[in-house]
C-alpha cells in the first residue's frame, strides 16, 4: 500500500512537471486547432481571450503577494476548471470564462514550478522523477483519438481538466516541502497598488485584443485607426517601464531583449518564412527554434571549452551573425540566421535563471516571475513594431496587414524582405547590442 502511495504520488509530480512544461502552449494550439476546423466566431472570441489572458496574468499575478507555492496551487485549480468548458459545451459566455482561467493557468505555471524547483535544490534533497512521457504518450493517444473519430477535442480538453487535478497532491507536496523556505521570508502586505496602471492595462490589452483579432480575421477597419491603436499600445507599454525603471537593474534590458529575440523568431519569421518555403516555413522555424533552444547551452559551452568569459564572446558574435544572415536575401541564410539566434536563446536562458535567482535584484520568490514579465514586455513591443510597419505599409500601398499574416502567394517576397524584415532584424539587432554593452549583463 505504501508502495502504491509513493507510486501515486511520484505520477502526481510527474504530472504537474508535464503541465508546467507544456501548459504554455497547449491551450492556444488546442483552441486554435478548433477555431481552424470550424472558422467560428465562437472560437475566435476564445483564442483571442487565452492569449490576452495568457499575457496580462504574466504581468499582474504577483501583485498579490502571495508565495510562489500557493500560486501553482492556484494555476492547477484554474487549469481544470479552464479545460472544462471546452470539454462540455460551445457556450461563449462559459469559453470565455474558460478561457480566462486557462490563460491564468498557462502563463504561470511554468514560473511558479520553476521558483519551486529552486527553493527545493537550495533547501532539501527532494528529487523530481522524471514520468511525464507517460503523461504525454496518454496525451498523444488522446488527440490522435480526437482526431480520429471528429470527437471536437472534447476528449483532451477532458483529460488535461483531470491531468490538473491529478497534480495537485504533487503540488501539496511541493508546498509542503517549501515550508522550511518560506519560514526565513519576510511576509508581504496583500492587496493591490498603483491602481492607475490597471487602468492602464485594460486599455493595453483591450488594444492586444484588437490588434489580434486583426490577425485572424478580416475587420474593416480604417489603417489611421489601426496606427492611432498601435500608438497608444506603445505609449502604454513605455508608461509601464518607466514605473518600472527601478525593478531588476541591469537585468532589465537582458530581459528584455530575450523577449523580443523569441518574438522575432517564432511570430515574425514564422510568417516571413511562407515567402521563402511556402506553407512548409512555418515548421522549419519551430524546427530551427527548438533545435537551437535545447542545445544551445551545450553547443556554445563545448565550443568555448566551458570557460564563461569564452562562452559570452562566442554567444554575442553568434548573435551579431546571425542577425547578419537573416538580412541576406537568401533562404538558406535565414535559415541559419534563426538557428543562431535560437542558440543564443538556448544558451542566455538557464544562464540568466540561475544570475537572477542568486542576484540581490529581487526576491528568490519572484525572480522567475519577473523573468518572464519583462521577458513578455520583450515581446509584445517587438509585436507592437511589426504592427505599426505593417500597418504603414497598408497606408502607403494596396496591401493590407492580413495579405502578409494569411499570405497565398510569394510575389510579395522582396518588398516584405526590405520593408519588414530588414527593419526589423536591424532593430532586433540594435537591442541586441545595447543588451550585450549592458554591465554585468552576461556573467
Known sequence: MKRLQQWGLDFSVGTLNFLALAGIMLPYILILFQYQRTHSTTYLIALVAVYISRAASIFYTKRFNLRSSTYLLLT?????????????????????????????????IWPY????????????????KRVYWLVFL?????????????????????????????????????????HDFYQDQPSQPHGLKQLWRWWLSVLFFAALALLTTLRKASMALPNWATLLIILVALVIAGIELLADKHDLGAFKLRLLHRGVL?????????????FYWGSLGMYLVFAMYLIG?????AVIGVLAHHD???????????????HLLILIPWKWSYLLGLLLLATYI??????VTKDLYESEATDDDSAMIEKYRFSTAGGLLC??????????????????ILDFFKPTTTAHWFFYTWAVNWPLTLGSAWVSWRALRQPNTLK
Open 113 to 128: 514550478f520553476l521558483t519551486v524547483k529552486l527553493h527545493l535544490s537550495h533547501t532539501t534533497a527532494f528529487k523530481m
Open 76 to 108: 492547477l485549480i484554474f487549469g481544470a476548471l479552464g479545460s472544462l468548458p471546452f470539454a462540455l459545451t460551445q457556450s461563449l459566455g462559459w469559453l470565455i470564462l474558460g478561457s480566462v482561467l486557462w490563460g491564468y493557468s498557462a502563463a504561470t
Open 308 to 322: 564563461a568569459t569564452r562562452q559570452k564572446v562566442l554567444a554575442g558574435r553568434l548573435l551579431g551573425l546571425g
Open 346 to 351: 538556448g544558451y542566455d536562458n538557464p544562464t
Open 138 to 178: 496518454v496525451l498523444a493517444l488522446l488527440l490522435a483519438a480526437d482526431f480520429g473519430f471528429h470527437l471536437s477535442f472534447s476528449l483532451t480538453f477532458a483529460l488535461l481538466a483531470i491531468l490538473n487535478l491529478v497534480a495537485l497532491p504533487g503540488g501539496l507536496l511541493l508546498n509542503q516541502f517549501t
Open 262 to 274: 523569441m518574438s522575432f523568431v517564432l511570430l515574425f519569421s514564422s510568417f516571413m518564412a511562407f
Open 293 to 297: 533552444f535545447e542545445s544551445g547551452n
Open 383 to 400: 509585436q507592437l513594431c511589426l504592427f505599426a510597419l505593417l500597418a504603414l505599409i497598408a497606408c502607403l500601398t494596396p496591401l493590407t
